[in-house]
């Protein structure tokens, strides 16, 4: 299973992505990821811009939606030649299956396909009272990660406390996508419950996803390159 950190590229304009990715020296290509706020804002050429420019891209628009609309929504995705999206595990294993089918394109290639199991953002209180599980996070989150693998998807999203759990009930395969990271020594922030890139390496995470500890850093590159070093050992 590759490693690799993913720094989401959370910035309201293109312009302000494009000049914090020019900080990297030419042949250094991080993994990046567009979310909602640029994607909205400056549309499918920015994610071409950036492809253009050799970066691998997380695309997370977190899609859920009927079976059919996601479907051909995940046919326009795939034309984007993107690495990777995702959608809610909550739109249940048939909208999964949909996603998986309008997201192959004909010659068989397809992106990885991953799912958010439960948002971070949401705690025991409105799990129980909101959405009406009557079940504690841990095993909510690993039932819609079951449901997520049976549907033939590539992995998760998860906090990286979860990611073990994730693994031992999905198999090793079955990969796992963390936010929630911060050095040592940095400031968490509206995360609540962080690890650090050293720990996520030995805790099953494969891909962390980092967005300020790196693009609000003093110096991105180096705060980069530490995370690779701390979470991989390279
Ligand atoms: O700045 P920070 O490292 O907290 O950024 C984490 C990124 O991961 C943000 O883009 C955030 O939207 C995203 N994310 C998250 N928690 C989730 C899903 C996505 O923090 N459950």
């Known amino acids: 299973m590759h490693k690799d950190i993913i720094i989401a590229l959370d910035f309201p304009s293109g312009a302000e992505a494009l000049s914090f990715l020019d900080r990297f020296h030419a042949g250094e290509k991080p993994y990046v990821k567009i979310g909602m706020e640029l994607f909205y804002a400056e549309g499918p050429d920015m994610v ?92 909510a989150v690993l039932s819609y990660a079951k449901n997520a693998a049976a549907s033939g998807l590539d992995g998760v999203v998860c906090s990286p406390l979860e990611a073990a759990g994730v693994k031992a009930a999905c198999g090793g395969g079955f990969f796992t996508v963390t936010p929630g990271v911060r050095f040592a020594d940095g400031d968490a922030g509206d995360q609540k419950r962080v690890m650090t890139p050293e720990r996520a390496g030995t805790s099953g995470c494969d891909y962390l996803v980092m967005g300020r500890p790196i693009t609000q850093a003093e110096d991105p590159v180096a705060a980069y390159r530490r995370a690779v070093r701390e979470f991989i050992g390279e």
């Open 48 to 139: 071409r811009k950036i492809k253009d420019r050799g970066h691998k891209i997380f695309l997370d628009l977190k899609l859920h939606d009927i079976p059919n609309t996601v479907k051909r929504a995940m046919g326009v995705l795939s034309r984007l030649d993107v690495d990777m999206v995702n959608l809610h595990a909550a739109g249940a294993s048939e909208m999964m299956r949909a996603a998986l089918e309008g997201l192959t394109r004909p010659d068989g290639t397809r992106p990885l396909l991953i799912a958010v199991t439960q948002l971070t953002s949401t705690d025991p209180q409105t799990l129980k009272n909101e959405l009406l599980i009557d079940l504690p996070m841990e095993e």
